[in-house]
């Protein structure tokens, strides 16, 4: 059953095609939430306003720096729900989650339309996945609070793409293994070849997120 609540967060998916509304994937949204009642709260989630406000504040801040030619690496992507339509006219997106189960959803029921993604079920971590991430035009990490700092992910040192790059304060939620109580804080976990173009404080109903966008240069 879709309530009142629902509908609000779904007014985000219909707003994700260049304000243009698409309804083939909002088709897809509520099918996939028909067929696993299990995944509603979940995915519509990714879907809320708190998300959405977000990732539309990446994919501003980055768009100059994307065309039609450009490899985009979403390191902790989750479903990709907002960010994948975002990039959707790139040359390739590569989504690295741990988690296989959403990766699944994504590929064969959100976004199996989309012929330029790989789904890659890893810890980001993983040096197998190094060479992915070196070769891209732009990193994006919207889950900085998941995972270890990104100065540890030596696949940066040697990068020259650009970045942006989300945590935050919000250190009562499960799985933030990571957060940061500042914008300061947070840029103390770049790698040494990070600069830095863009900062920004983003509002939250739980706290503040935190982004850094900016450009790596090869140690």
């Not at 810890?123 to 060479?131: I, L, P, S």
Request: proline content about 3%; aromatic content about 10%; some cysteine.
């Amino acid at each position: 059953m879709i309530n009142r609540e629902d509908i609000k967060l779904l007014k985000n998916v219909l707003s994700l095609d260049n304000t243009n509304l698409n309804l083939d994937f909002l088709y897809r949204v509520l099918t996939v939430v028909k067929d696993q009642p299990n995944l509603r709260n979940e995915l519509f989630d990714s879907f809320s306003d708190n998300q959405f406000n977000v990732k539309q504040k990446i994919a501003d801040s980055v768009v100059q720096f994307v065309d039609a030619n450009s490899e985009v690496v979403i390191l902790g992507g989750w479903y990709g729900s907002i960010l994948i339509p975002f990039f959707k006219h790139v040359k390739r997106i590569t989504l690295i989650d741990l988690d296989s189960r959403v990766l699944q959803t994504s590929k064969n029921r959100l976004f199996n339309n989309y012929d330029n993604i790989d789904y890659i079920a890893s810890d980001v971590f993983d040096q197998k996945r190094h060479g992915r991430i070196m070769n891209a035009n732009l990193v994006i990490n919207p889950s900085c609070e998941h995972m270890p700092s990104m100065n540890t992910l030596a696949a940066l040192k040697t990068s020259n793409a650009h970045f942006a790059f989300t945590s935050n304060n919000m250190y009562d939620i499960e799985g933030h293994v990571n957060c940061v109580s500042s914008i300061e804080e947070f840029k103390e976990q770049l790698p040494s070849n990070a600069t830095i173009l863009v900062e920004d404080k983003i509002e939250d109903t739980r706290g503040i997120r935190y982004m850094l966008v900016g450009k790596f240069m090869p140690l």
